[in-house]
């Protein structure tokens, strides 16, 4: 069944106009209670959100929807997005919401669900609900007196800080350390920055003003600009950066040169490794993952497996073969033997606990394996533009001869945005940025002779 509202993370866009209004919201609700009702027990959902203004016009509208049909409501307020995750377990509640566009701009919103199980919907469940969108539900709402209830839990920061903690090696403190952490002006703004002080770190925090509109703004992990430069200037061990809903992370070291999610999953997995607690044999990956860190993992005898982009069909891939490392280049990290889904803060702390075991500078620890020149551009498109089509599969087969056995390309279409993502690697860094420029190149002639997107 095919899925026009969902994306590779739940729902996402431009907040207010469709499909991020109230009214969609309300319908989303309405159908997912239908769609996940099971039994006759008294219903339950928890929703989260991030710190964007809109969360204002989404949170209320979904609680409605919510409550029209019998289901109760656990607001949480702004939180992670892995804490809706673990709390749906935690609550014993039948699904989990959060509203967040993650390392979106703040003019953006979105929704993502969790079953009871923490784990994100299947693509078919997704499909399902938005088959019941268009449908009349009102025979499904509950009458007057069978109403959901809608109520605030006081404690769900400290429930999500004493779970986090307790991932961290009970032998291990962060005495010593100097930790700068940004937390995008986002979801973690007052949970990230308590569970490294309470391990003992030495704590400086930026990214931690939320206004509603500055989230993401200059900062976090996909700007980690203000991070480099505060780690230099205060002289830190290191850097942690979390993106506005705090399912993806990125470090820096002490000299602010920056660690991305292909050596934070290296480092990890070589530490697993080595005390027995890896599982699969190996990582599991993106098309994205860098071609270095598939030749480090082949010195270790271990396999990546390569998943197309999207953290679901990661977890999907390691639930299904017993993986429990994995995660993108871009920074979301999932360690399956503590969270269901990317969770920055539990990475950053595993990275932790092996720099405080070696004892050594972060820029040794963290520079795992070599990486291979690679470059990856976006080119914005305003037309239907068929990757798959004659002209332009010719035009990546050509690149590809060019690169040759050492090399590698991959175009697709971003998820979630009206971005066509071109990434190149290979051992020659000056070929690689010729080929990129070209296919982009082609793929801005191509727009201008497509017709416009609907």
């Not at 991030?50 to 989404?58: A, E, I, P, V």
């Not at 039948?94 to 299947?122: E, R, W």
């Not at 990661?314 to 871009?330: F, I």
């Amino acid at each position: 069944m095919a899925r026009k509202l969902f994306g590779t993370d739940g729902i996402r866009g431009k907040a207010n106009t469709d499909p991020i209004t109230a009214e969609i919201a309300m319908q989303v609700a309405m159908a997912t209670a239908v769609q996940l009702k099971r039994g006759n027990h008294r219903h339950r959902v928890v929703i989260g959100k991030d710190t964007r203004l809109s969360g204002y016009l989404l949170e209320p509208a979904m609680t409605a929807g919510f409550v029209s049909m019998g289901v109760d409501v656990t607001l949480l307020g702004p939180v992670p997005t892995p804490a809706v995750a673990m709390l749906t377990r935690s609550l014993r509640a039948d699904l989990g919401v959060m509203i967040s566009a993650s390392h979106n701009p703040y003019q953006d919103n979105g929704i993502k669900l969790f079953g009871a199980d923490g784990y994100k919907l299947t693509d078919d469940v997704e499909a399902a609900i938005e088959k019941l969108i268009g449908e009349d539900l009102s025979p499904h709402r509950a009458q007057a007196a069978h109403l959901g209830r809608a109520s605030r839990l006081d404690d769900e920061r400290g429930r999500y800080i004493e779970y986090v903690k307790n991932t961290f090696p009970k032998n291990l403190r962060l005495d010593g350390l100097k930790i700068v952490v940004d937390c995008a002006n986002g979801a973690a703004y007052k949970v990230a920055p308590r569970v490294l002080w309470e391990l003992g770190a030495d704590v400086i925090s930026i990214g931690v003003t939320p206004d509603g509109t500055n989230i993401n703004k200059d900062c976090g992990a996909t700007a980690p600009g203000a991070l480099q430069e505060a780690v230099v200037r205060h002289g830190a061990h290191l850097g942690v950066a979390l993106d506005g809903d705090a399912d993806r992370l990125m470090l820096c070291d002490e000299h602010g040169h920056v660690v991305d999610g292909d050596q934070i999953m290296a480092l990890i997995a070589r530490a697993f490794h080595q005390t027995g607690q890896l599982k699969g044999d190996g990582v599991v990956a993106t098309v994205m993952s860098n071609l270095g860190f598939e030749r480090f993992l082949h010195t270790l005898n271990l396999q990546m497996k390569r998943m197309p982009v999207g953290d679901r069909y990661v977890v999907d891939h390691m639930r299904s073969n017993g993986y429990n490392v994995g995660g993108e280049q871009s920074g979301h990290i999932i360690l399956g033997d503590y969270s269901t889904t990317g969770d920055g803060l539990i990475a950053a702390l595993q990275v932790l606990a092996v720099i405080q075991q070696q004892q050594k500078p972060v820029s040794e620890v963290c520079q795992v394996f070599a990486p291979v020149p690679q470059m990856l551009k976006n080119v914005r498109y305003k037309t239907q533009i068929a990757l798959d089509g004659k002209p332009f599969l010719d035009a990546v087969r050509s690149a590809e001869d060019r690169l040759g056995k050492s090399g590698r390309i991959l175009v697709r279409k971003s998820g979630t945005e009206p971005l066509i993502r071109v990434m190149a690697e290979g051992d020659d860094e000056k070929l690689v940025a010729a080929v990129v420029g070209d296919l982009c190149s082609f793929v801005e002639h191509l727009d201008t002779k497509s017709p416009a997107v609907a």
